[in-house]
């Protein structure tokens, strides 16, 4: 069964760092997009980050570009989401999810969070960051 666990959330001070964790099971990382994406307090979901797991190919949101970094580690099938630079609007649930999409085309469909990616992806249950002094 294919399950994904969220580690690495807390409070930060604002410009301070964290790195999130997306343990994955039930499935072997390559024919896969897994995408971060974040819901803060009366906010719609969005996405913040996406990596193609066959060949490390990346794509942003525009909030996170240059701060953010998405990464695998195929060997402990985990994909990691390095946050520098923490804002207090960065606030919110982080959550990570799986999807059978490849290539450029999947990427933009991920983190635009296009149907394609959320209809019958499989999410791990969350994990929260606080940017606060």
């Known amino acids: 069964q294919l399950q994904l666990v969220e580690s690495g959330g807390g409070l930060v001070q604002p410009g301070g760092s964290l790195r999130l964790s997306c343990a994955a099971s039930?499935?072997?990382?390559?024919?896969?997009?897994i995408g971060w994406f974040r819901q803060a307090p009366g906010k719609e979901r969005e996405g913040v980050a996406c990596?193609?797991?066959?060949?490390?190919?990346?794509i942003y949101g525009d909030s996170v570009k240059g701060r953010f970094t998405i990464s695998r580690d195929n060997a402990k099938n985990t994909v990691y989401l390095q946050m520098n630079s923490l804002k207090p609007e960065d606030t919110a649930i982080y959550s990570c999810?799986?999807?059978?999409?490849?290539?450029?085309?999947?990427?933009?469909?991920?983190?635009?969070?296009?149907?394609?990616?959320?209809?019958?992806?499989?999410w791990g249950q969350g994990t929260q960051v606080t940017v606060s002094s």
């Open positions: 990596i193609s797991l066959n060949d490390g190919s990346t």
């Open positions: 999810a799986v999807q059978q999409i490849q290539g450029p085309l999947g990427l933009r469909l991920c983190v635009s969070m296009s149907t394609v990616m959320t209809t019958g992806a499989s």
């Open positions: 039930g499935f072997t990382l390559d024919a896969y997009t």
